[in-house]
């Protein structure tokens, strides 16, 4: 379930005091992302509008997606393995249903904000993205 | 110091709870409340449209208008005041020569120069020129230093060539150009020369008839004025070549459904209702920079430069990006290992503003292989204490990601 994940990601995150924590606990969290294979580094899979280069994939199986991500700034790889930890082994609709107040909850706004170069949007539109089309497809 | 400091009410806030360092100066300057002062007292008391009005408002406010020009005139040392046109900034100053010069001048199989640390502004509107026109457009190399190799202007240079359009200062490197180096040898081969000098205005004495260059752009809001405004400075006999860059009010002579007279200059390439109000604010910001003193500023500047690289090669696995002999109001570097972003991202938990990124000139990020630097950029309000700030955020990254 996606809302026990949020849940869950909320309730890591309300222990950090300070914002240096929650930075090198997405650090941490970046070198957890399973390795996307180096052919799925195509120009297909560059999500725009971010100063650093995200490469977001997904595949289909047994009615669920499966991500993987990557991008060369470490901040940027640890929101996406937020995001991949959220939304990976979901089905296409409870993505598209999916709640994503979490995201102002976990203090990490500012990073949907257009100055910063619209990285956390991109990758959760890209996200939706590829759940519109999976359930299209079915 | 002090009371240059406390002229701008900005520097007095904080960001993050901390004390507002700011270190991006390159992308825009700060303001100090007497060009804010300015703008507001114009629309308190002067607010009108100008150069039609006979009641008293709109003499004033077009009177007010007129001697900015006269102001920007004497400031870049102009001939004549006919040769400032208003633009909205250093960009629409480019895109009007782009556009109404190259329609005249520039036709198939010609060529126009720019060169290898172009910022985007400098080389999207000759591009698309060239495309209107057929023409080709070719690029002055740079060598690993950040510096323009002007030993291969003697093959570049020929009678195709229409335009030659170059930074005076790179906003990316801080690299200051020999841009008389290059004019006078434009000239040579009858080839007019357009300085972008977007960087250098509010840093350098610029002074057009010495550098005897043909157009130079620049925007108020790098100049301790406001956004949306800028100017085109152009030689006389270009500009009354030129046809016009938009259609509109105050830049025609006499309208009728067959056929249209145009304006004389300047109000030739100003069509609408200009941007008055903040033509006042540029008027205020050149009044703060002659008060202050154009090499004091430079001074200033040249020495927070010099204690930033200072610092930051003290400190260790910084790499500079750019290191050129002649250096105005930018340093560029990249922390070893470390993304742009992710130390931007820890940089600004500082309360420090710096820019991270290809600060638009992705041509010279491509050419040194990186996706971009990290610019600390400087004016005359910032402190040694400021890049002492910069430092501590610097080895906070530093712990972080290395």
């Known amino acids: 379930m996606i809302k026990e994940k949020t849940d869950q990601l909320v309730s890591e995150f309300s222990l950090f005091d300070e914002w240096m924590d929650k930075y090198t606990y997405l650090i941490e969290l970046g070198k957890t992302v399973p390795p996307i294979d180096e052919d799925k580094k195509k120009e297909e899979n560059l999500i725009k509008g971010c100063q650093s280069r995200v490469w977001l994939d997904a595949t289909l199986a047994e009615g669920k997606i499966h991500f993987t991500a990557d991008s060369d700034a470490i901040i940027t790889k640890g929101i996406a393995a937020l995001l991949i930890r959220v939304f990976n082994h979901e089905t296409p609709e409870a993505i598209l249903e999916a709640d994503l107040s979490f995201l102002d909850t976990l203090g990490l706004k500012e990073h949907l904000s257009p100055t910063r170069s619209n990285g956390l949007l991109s990758m959760v539109k890209q996200i939706k993205f590829y759940a519109m089309a999976f359930q299209a497809k079915s | ?402």
């Open chain 2, 1 to 402: 110091m002090h009371s240059l400091r406390s002229q701008f009410p900005i520097l007095k806030t904080s960001v993050h709870n901390k004390p507002l360092v700011y270190l991006d100066n390159a992308a825009t300057n700060q303001k100090p409340l007497r060009v804010i002062n300015a703008i507001s007292n114009y629309y308190i008391q002067q607010n009108s449209n100008i150069h039609r009005g006979v009641h008293a408002l709109s003499q004033q406010a077009t009177e007010s208008y007129e001697h900015v020009r006269e102001q920007v005139k004497t400031f870049i040392n102009a001939k004549h005041s006919h040769e400032i046109i208003f633009t909205r900034g250093t960009t629409e100053a480019i895109n009007l020569v782009a556009y109404s010069f190259c329609k005249k001048f520039v036709s198939s199989g010609d060529e126009i120069l720019i060169s290898a640390l172009e910022h985007h502004s400098n080389i999207v509107p000759w591009q698309m020129a060239c495309e209107e026109q057929g023409a080709t457009l070719k690029v002055l190399p740079m060598n690993l230093n950040g510096e323009l190799m002007t030993e291969a202007l003697p093959q570049l240079l020929s009678n195709k060539v229409k335009l030659v359009a170059i930074a005076h200062i790179s906003n990316a490197l801080g690299t200051v150009n020999p841009i008389k180096k290059i004019i006078d040898a434009a000239h040579q081969l009858g080839i007019p020369v357009l300085i972008d000098g977007a960087q250098a205005v509010a840093h350098t004495k610029v002074d057009v008839q010495a550098l005897d260059c043909d157009f130079y752009c620049f925007s108020g809001h790098k100049m301790y004025g406001p956004m949306g405004i800028g100017v085109l400075y152009g030689k006389e006999q270009w500009l009354e070549s030129m046809p016009p860059y938009q259609g509109g009010g105050e830049m025609i002579d006499e309208v009728t459904f067959k056929k249209t007279t145009y304006n004389v200059l300047p109000f030739k390439f100003e069509a609408g209702t200009p941007n008055v109000g903040d033509v006042i604010g540029l008027g205020e910001a050149l009044r703060f920079i002659s008060d202050t003193g154009i090499s004091t500023i430079a001074e200033t500047e040249e020495v927070l430069i010099k204690y930033c690289e200072e610092q930051l090669l003290a400190e260790g696995g910084i790499t500079l990006v750019g290191t050129p002999e002649k250096k105005s109001g930018v340093v560029s570097f990249l922390i070893d290992n470390v993304h742009p972003y992710d130390a931007g991202t820890i940089i600004d938990r500082f309360g420090v503003a710096v820019r991270t990124g290809h600060h638009c000139a992705q041509p010279v990020m491509d050419f040194f292989g990186i996706p971009g630097t990290i610019r600390a950029s400087f004016a005359v309000y910032n402190t040694k204490a400021e890049i002492d700030v910069l430092i501590k955020a610097i080895q906070q990254v530093k712990t972080m990601f290395c």
